[in-house]
């Protein structure tokens, strides 16, 4: 079973809309973390957000704010005021506690495409 | 921090050929990953290190592949008579010690392809 899912394929807006990016997981851990990352063309992955499973706060960090609801096992990304430089293809990431070596298992990307 | 350093960056190889990468984590990490990614899917487990020892292994590896992290420092991957079908990108990703919560650090990666 998919640990991560990313329904969303492929969204397009256009310049300084507000975009978010939907994200469910499912696990049986009950101390788990939660990521976002992004990959640009260049290819590199970048690290960009956490959560921890314990810490149900939701944040704000410059144009990046997250929305992170236990009870529907989801944790969605909000990009404000998009920029081209923002067009890249984002994952969703579950890191499990009880997990050996606490991989890290991604969803399949959202590709976002910011129009100027 | 000079980041996590992989390379090649590309490898084209003919099929049954063996090829090797190599990767530099970032210098005070002990736990290193492996993670393959092909086109339009997310990074896939492969293998874990901590220091040298290689502490977990996903069903994708295959026996033709194998890792090593013989210092501790750098880590190989290697893959043996190439398939067409492990053509993808291979990823290396580097975390911070004891924190169960520290992201991966990604390399840009080693792109192969097998033909």
């Known amino acids: 079973a998919q640990k991560v899912t990313q329904a969303q394929t492929e969204i397009s807006v256009v310049e300084k809309e507000d975009v978010t990016l939907d994200c469910v997981y499912e696990?049986?851990?009950?101390?788990?973390?939660l990521f976002w990352y992004k990959q640009p063309p260049s290819g590199e992955l970048v690290f960009l957000i956490r959560?921890?499973?314990?810490?149900?706060q939701n944040e704000i960090s410059g144009r990046y704010s997250w929305n992170f609801q236990k009870s529907t096992s989801s944790f969605n990304f909000t990009i404000t005021a998009s920029q081209v430089v923002d067009s890249a293809v984002y994952f969703c990431?579950?890191?499990?506690?009880?997990?050996?070596?606490?991989?890290?298992?991604f969803g399949t990307g959202t590709s976002l495409t910011v129009i100027p | 921090d000079t980041g996590v350093s992989q390379n090649p960056r590309h490898k084209i190889t003919k099929r049954g050929q063996n090829v090797t990468f190599r990767c530099d984590p970032i210098?005070?990490?002990?736990?290193l990953y492996w993670y393959r990614q092909t086109l339009g899917q997310g990074p896939e487990f492969l293998t874990y290190?901590?220091?040298?020892?290689?502490?977990?292994k996903s069903r994708l590896l295959s026996d033709r592949f194998s890792a090593e992290r013989p210092k501790g420092s750098f880590s190989t991957l290697e893959i043996q008579r190439t398939e067409q079908g492990d053509s993808a990108m291979y990823l290396c990703?580097?975390?911070?010690?004891?924190?169960?919560?520290?992201?991966?650090?990604f390399g840009n990666g080693t792109r192969l392809t097998v033909t």
């Open positions: 990703a580097s975390r911070g010690n004891g924190q169960k919560n520290s992201p991966l650090h």
């Open positions: 696990t049986r851990d009950t101390t788990y973390y």
């Open positions: 959560r921890n499973s314990f810490d149900e």
């Open positions: 990431a579950l890191s499990e506690a009880k997990n050996t070596g606490n991989q890290f298992y």
């Open positions: 210098s005070e990490h002990n736990r």
């Open positions: 290190f901590q220091n040298e020892a290689q502490l977990e």
